[in-house]
């Protein structure tokens, strides 16, 4: 068998091509990972609360091999992602018996990103400083977080301003998913829109593509890069994969196996969205899996614990999937 070459380097001159981390992933996937990747991202390491679990109290244990682990083997890191409404400790949020003021907050925020910047100095390239700030619903375009409760709607612009006070050299992105589905897509540019107008640092937009057969489609991804690549801002597809089942089947098992014309399906999205990061490659930079491997993957352990998803690019015994070869083989042939 002719061996192959890499994910990486079928894309050079496109874009970087890598995964989230983490200590157990590096063990696991870390020969995969080696070979195929040359960017990455921490997967929960480089949230708030594993970083500063108590106000005050930093922890950097797993960021930092995250890091070792990347710059032994000369891959980009992008970091991820403080202002959440996920990964914060609810102590955060109080002072003493009452809710955290304005002014409190801000002033966490303020030395939360301090000492992170000042931990990670050299070591990041990009950073989701805010992630997925849209609500999903009719109402509002913010999600209802602790965040927009105690501080209000300019606590993005706020927590970029502090970023690039402490990350001078530091590509500020802001992350989100269901790009695809036109009104989260026309929420995301109103907001990312809003804060260029005002002078807000803000330098590319995060496109999960957490992408499912059943909803997402390529005419859609393509207008959602077309749009964001028109406003000038770097593009990084940062938590792929490909989910055989709608985002809205959360049906625990036994649900409906993974037939060929579903993997065909898979096939078909995860080809098209390299083709259309490809034919964007002036504006894409980095197209990131959120995991590396089948064994290991958010969507069995939390979005429908116990069903198999096979939605990444590497199956469970490790092996490359046939469509991983097709994606290096397109890339070689574009
Ligand atoms: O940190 C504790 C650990 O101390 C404890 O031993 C363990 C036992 O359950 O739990 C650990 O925390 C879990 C953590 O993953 C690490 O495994 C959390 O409970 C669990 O909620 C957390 O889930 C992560 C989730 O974000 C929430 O932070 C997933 O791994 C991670 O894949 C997922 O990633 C998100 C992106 O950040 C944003 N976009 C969506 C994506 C998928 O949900």
């Not at 068998?1 to 063990?27: R, T």
């Not at 003493?96 to 050299?122: Q, Y």
């Not at 940062?238 to 399906?265: A, C, Q, W």
Request: charged letters at 30%.
């Amino acid at each position: 068998q002719v061996e192959m070459i890499s994910l990486s380097d079928a894309h050079k001159k496109f874009f970087e091509v890598g995964a989230c981390l983490s200590s157990e992933s590096i063990k696991r996937h870390g020969a995969i990972i080696k070979k195929h990747f040359n960017c990455a991202v921490a997967e929960n390491a480089m949230k708030w609360e594993p970083i500063e679990p108590q106000t005050g109290i930093f922890t950097f244990g797993e960021a930092d091999e995250i890091v070792k682990f990347t710059k032994d083997n000369q891959m980009t890191l992008r970091a991820h992602a403080p202002i959440w409404h996920m990964a914060v400790p609810d102590e955060l949020f109080v002072d003493g018996d009452k809710p955290a003021s304005r002014e409190i907050l801000i002033e966490r925020i303020d030395s939360h990103m301090k000492a992170f910047c000042e931990h990670f100095k050299g070591q990041i390239s990009s950073w989701d400083v805010v992630n997925e700030a849209i609500n999903d619903f009719p109402g509002e375009d913010l999600r209802q977080s602790k965040w927009l409760e105690l501080i209000g709607p300019d606590y993005l612009d706020i927590s970029y301003h502090i970023a690039r006070k402490y990350a001078p050299d530091i590509q500020l992105f802001y992350n989100d998913y269901n790009e695809f589905v036109p009104f989260k897509r026309e929420r995301m540019l109103r907001l990312v829109k809003g804060m260029l107008d005002r002078g807000v640092p803000l330098d590319g937009m995060g496109l999960q593509a957490h992408v499912n057969i059943v909803e997402c489609n390529l005419d859609e991804y393509e207008r959602t890069v077309e749009a964001f690549a028109s406003l000038g801002l770097r593009i990084h597809i940062t938590e792929m994969d490909v989910n055989p089942y709608s985002l809205r089947d959360r049906v625990f098992p036994p649900s409906s196996p993974i037939t060929e014309e579903m993997h065909h399906k898979q096939a078909e999205l995860y080809r098209g969205i390299f083709d259309i990061c490809r034919r964007y490659s002036d504006t894409v930079d980095a197209v990131l899996t959120w995991g590396v491997a089948d064994d290991m993957t958010w969507l069995d352990d939390l979005f429908c614990p116990g069903r198999e998803h096979q939605a990444l690019l590497f199956d469970k015994d490790h092996k490359i999937k046939k469509w991983t070869e097709q994606i290096i083989e397109d890339a070689i042939r574009y």
